[in-house]
Structures are given as structure tokens and as C-alpha cells.
């Protein structure tokens, strides 16, 4: 006869008891935290949604200026600050925005700023991935006085300042000359026709011209929801940082 066989099942836990108490480490002996965890990764359908109203930290990559810019001209920035989402970098440094010149306006010989409108509408990323947006500048560093207002123009510094020191440097030197002529009387008619030169000057000149020097700094703001693919996202990449030169200051 063979001997029956009886099989038992032994919990885990006694078999842990069996294997002998579990002891600490020594004392000194380094503790192996668990790792924080990592950026959750997007899943090939992920939608990222960016908010009308987010700001764009962006530089401009090629000078724009009322003496020459026609509405249709393209303009190109490349953003030079992340924009983050749920701890993940959504839009990185390096990435190129392109749009275009709505419409542009040069200043007036009397009175009139220079002035023009861009929209921005293409947002490429470092790695192709291309989408649509609605996006115009709130602000700008040009190193001049250009003012932005909502709808994206831009417009540049008056000359009423210096049309009145033109006026008033020919007038004192027409007084001059007419003082040196012919004594009092002289003084006033150089003065008139010191005034009327200058007046002249300032009928024949422009005011200063609406300009953005290429490495002006702008904030451009979304206009509208921008939607994101989320497998196109590298969201660890935080992108290329690259120098930037600011114009220098321009006198107006």
C-alpha cells in the first residue's frame, strides 16, 4: 500500500513567521526612499486644452516698420518662456509663432501716428508638430514708445515735441539774422521768416515711424482656446534657450 499524502496550504503569513522575525537595518545604514514619480505621460488620445487669455513670452525674429511694412507681410516670433500645465512643460522654449501684418499706416506729415495691426495664427513646435491659434501682442519692448492696445496694433511715439523745437530754432535764428540786417526792426521780419521756414520743415516731414526692431520682446495673449494633441507633447523637453539682444534705444 502506498502511504496517502496530505497537502496543506500555509498562509503567507505564517510562512513570513517561519522564515524568522524581520529585523531593521543596521544603525547608519542608508534607506532607500521611493523615487518621486514621474510626469504622467500622455496617452495618444489626451486632449490638452490651453485657456483663451494665456500669455506668450515671445521674441521677434525679424524687424517691422511703418516706412516699408504693407499689410499681408508675414512676422515671426519664437517663444522665449515655458508654458506649464499640471506640472508638465506643454509648451517649450524655441517654439516659432507666425503671422501677419493686418494692416499698416504711416505717420502723418501734420498730425497722424505710424501705426499697424499684426495677429498671430501658427504655432510650430521644435519637433514640426503644428497647430492653429489666434494670438495678438499686449505689449512690447522696442526700445522706442510704441503702445499696443487689445486689438494688436501697435503705434508709435508723436513728434509735436520736435515739430516745436524745429519752429523755434528757425524763428530765434530768422530773429538773428534780421537783428544783424537791420536792427529792431530786421529782428522781426528774420523772425517771421524763420517761423515760416520752419513751419515749412515740419509740413515736409513725417512724424516717427511705428517700428519693432527684431529682438523686441513682446507678450502676445491667446485670443481664443488653443487644443493640443497630447502625443505630440514632449512633456519633459523644456526646449532650447537662446540669447537675446535687445534693441537699443531709439531716439524719438
Not at 181 to 206: D, P, W
Amino acid at each position: 500500500m502506498f502511504a496517502a499524502v496530505l497537502a496543506v496550504a500555509i498562509p503567507p503569513s505564517l510562512m513570513a513567521q517561519s522564515e524568522g522575525p524581520q529585523l531593521p537595518p543596521p544603525e547608519g545604514a542608508a534607506v532607500q526612499k521611493p523615487a518621486p514619480p514621474a510626469p504622467r505621460p500622455a496617452s495618444s488620445g489626451e486632449k490638452i486644452l490651453v485657456p483663451a487669455g494665456t500669455r506668450l513670452a515671445v521674441v521677434l525674429e525679424n524687424g517691422i516698420s511703418t516706412r516699408s511694412a504693407k499689410p499681408g507681410d508675414s512676422v515671426y516670433f519664437r517663444t522665449s518662456f515655458p508654458i506649464t500645465q499640471n506640472n508638465r512643460i506643454i509648451i517649450p522654449i524655441g517654439s516659432y509663432l507666425k503671422g501677419e501684418l493686418v494692416d499698416s499706416k504711416r505717420p502723418g506729415r501734420v498730425k497722424g501716428k505710424g501705426e499697424f495691426r499684426l495677429r498671430l495664427d501658427t504655432l510650430i513646435f521644435p519637433t514640426g508638430y503644428t497647430v492653429d491659434l489666434n494670438a495678438v501682442p499686449r505689449s512690447a519692448d522696442s526700445g522706442g514708445k510704441e503702445t499696443t492696445d487689445s486689438e494688436g496694433k501697435v503705434t508709435g511715439g508723436g513728434g509735436k515735441g520736435k515739430d516745436v523745437q524745429t519752429v523755434a530754432e528757425t524763428t530765434a535764428t530768422g530773429a538773428g539774422i534780421g537783428a544783424i540786417a537791420g536792427r529792431g526792426e530786421g529782428a522781426g521780419i528774420g523772425a517771421g521768416i524763420g517761423a515760416a521756414a520752419g513751419l515749412a520743415a515740419v509740413l515736409l516731414t513725417r512724424g516717427p515711424e511705428a517700428e519693432l526692431p527684431r529682438g523686441s520682446t513682446l507678450d502676445l495673449v491667446l485670443e481664443r482656446d488653443l487644443h493640443l494633441e497630447g502625443g505630440q507633447i514632449q512633456f519633459t523637453n523644456l526646449g532650447q534657450e537662446q540669447p537675446i539682444t535687445p534693441p537699443p534705444v531709439r531716439q524719438q
